[in-house]
């Protein structure tokens, strides 16, 4: 059985590592990478031909590859040229675009997505979403501070004392908190709110002071994203970061809900009122971000305020971000394929769960049957 691994279009980072290469091997998978696929993570093609894979044309990769593994989807031409029953796996989002699903079914591919995987436990070890959001919160502080005018630390020179920056994260899942030891490390003073209450323990535990609004819906089962709160609970919590936004240096926003567009935790108003020189970051850009003003892919300027949207600060660090990537994805090839065949055992609740172009003869049957 082949995997195809092509180039990604407009991204640094590639699917699968040298390093994983004869773990493939072991599990009976032959490897096809597209020439200079690894060039934006540093791993040249003599990189995985030395580990045993074989650099191929995108032509070639279409024509053999039973399995196309890739870290953003690949363009829509690209594969509607996959031969028939090819398994597609990537970050495809079947939830926010209900088209993709039909799409493959009629061009007679088979999907994976990464961000269906159930984020439990047991999928840890395969949880893209987590690992590339710890290198977004990394980031999101490094780019903070190459915006802000500011010294990140107190200072204390011969010239005069100068204050620590402080810095308000919104949001304490997986990227926050990766935000918040960052911006700890570097000096800063943090504040953090999040609508789960577990969340405490975990922010303080950094250092960081928490920053409580009573009456958050706490929803364990959202897989580590947002829940819609009621509108009450939005007002009152939109008072409360207006107050501390206008004491920050850095706003960092991450909070998102599956599948809806990301809540408003920073309106216009709130920013007329930080202080020039200010820097949002906001991470959750791609789905409308938590900024009222966020533009995505964009850096703009209001008011004397930086506000950068990019939900995707992981691609700016692409060597750690693939290798991340390519152990998350290896845990989960472990899962579907066993001695160099494809099985897509649906009764398996990580495989039910990431495979999303399901057909009725490949549901599991009822129990008793």
């Known amino acids: 059985m082949k995997l195809g691994i092509p180039k990604e279009q407009g991204?640094?980072?590639?699917?699968?590592?040298?390093?994983?290469?004869?773990?493939?091997?072991?599990?009976?998978?032959?490897?096809?990478?597209?020439?200079?696929?690894?060039?934006?993570?540093m791993f040249t093609d003599a990189d995985y031909t030395a580990q045993g894979a074989?650099?191929?044309?995108?032509?070639?990769?279409?024509?053999?590859?039973?399995?196309?593994?890739?870290?953003?989807?690949?363009?829509?031409?690209?594969?509607?040229?996959?031969?028939?029953?090819?398994?597609?796996?990537?970050?495809?989002?079947?939830?926010?675009?209900d088209t993709i699903t039909d799409k493959l079914r009629g061009w007679n591919l088979r999907g994976c997505s990464f961000d269906m995987i159930?984020?439990?436990?047991?999928?840890?070890?395969?949880?893209?979403?987590?690992?590339?959001?710890?290198?977004?919160?990394?980031?999101?502080?490094?780019?903070?501070?190459?915006?802000?005018?500011?010294?990140?630390?107190?200072?204390?020179?011969?010239?005069?004392?100068?204050?620590?920056?402080?810095?308000?994260?919104?949001?304490?899942?997986?990227?926050?908190l990766q935000a918040i030891a960052t911006a700890r490390r570097l000096g800063a003073m943090v504040e953090a709110f999040d609508t789960r209450a577990a969340a405490k323990e975990e922010v303080e535990s950094l250092g960081a002071k928490f920053v409580e609004v009573p009456g958050a819906k706490d929803e364990k089962s959202a897989g580590g994203y947002a829940v819609e709160q009621s509108e009450d609970f939005l007002r009152r919590q939109r008072e409360e970061v207006q107050i501390r936004a206008a004491k920050a240096d850095i706003i960092i926003t991450t909070a998102q809900v599956r599948g809806r567009k990301a809540p408003i935790l920073v309106p216009k108003e709130t920013i007329e009122k930080m202080k020039r020189g200010s820097v949002i970051v906001d991470l959750a850009a791609s789905t409308g971000g938590n900024c009222e003003l966020t533009?995505?892919?964009?850096?703009?300027?209001?008011?004397?305020?930086?506000?950068?949207?990019?939900?995707?600060?992981?691609?700016?660090?692409?060597?750690?971000?693939?290798?991340?990537?390519?152990?998350?994805?290896?845990?989960?090839?472990?899962?579907?394929?066993?001695?160099?065949?494809?099985?897509?055992?649906?009764?398996?609740?990580?495989?039910?769960?990431?495979?999303?172009?399901?057909?009725p003869a490949e549901q599991p049957a009822a129990k008793g049957e």
């Open 11 to 41: 991204d640094g980072r590639v699917a699968i590592v040298p390093a994983t290469i004869p773990k493939l091997k072991d599990l009976g998978l032959d490897v096809l990478i597209e020439a200079d696929a690894g060039l934006g993570a």
């Open 118 to 176: 159930p984020r439990t436990t047991l999928a840890q070890s395969m949880d893209v979403l987590s690992s590339m959001a710890s290198v977004a919160g990394y980031r999101a502080v490094l780019e903070a501070a190459r915006h802000l005018p500011r010294y990140f630390p107190m200072m204390i020179t011969a010239a005069g004392s100068i204050p620590p920056s402080k810095v308000l994260v919104l949001g304490a899942g997986v990227a926050g």
């Open 295 to 359: 533009q995505n892919d964009q850096v703009i300027q209001h008011n004397g305020v930086t506000i950068i949207g990019n939900s995707n600060l992981a691609g700016l660090m692409p060597q750690d971000s693939s290798m991340l990537f390519s152990n998350n994805a290896l845990n989960f090839l472990k899962v579907i394929v066993q001695k160099g065949e494809l099985n897509l055992d649906m009764n398996n609740e990580i495989v039910r769960g990431a495979y999303f172009t399901t057909t």
């Open 54 to 97: 074989q650099i191929a044309t995108l032509e070639a990769l279409l024509k053999e590859s039973d399995i196309f593994l890739s870290v953003n989807p690949l363009p829509e031409g690209t594969m509607q040229a996959m031969q028939p029953q090819t398994l597609v796996i990537s970050l495809f989002q079947p939830y926010m675009d």
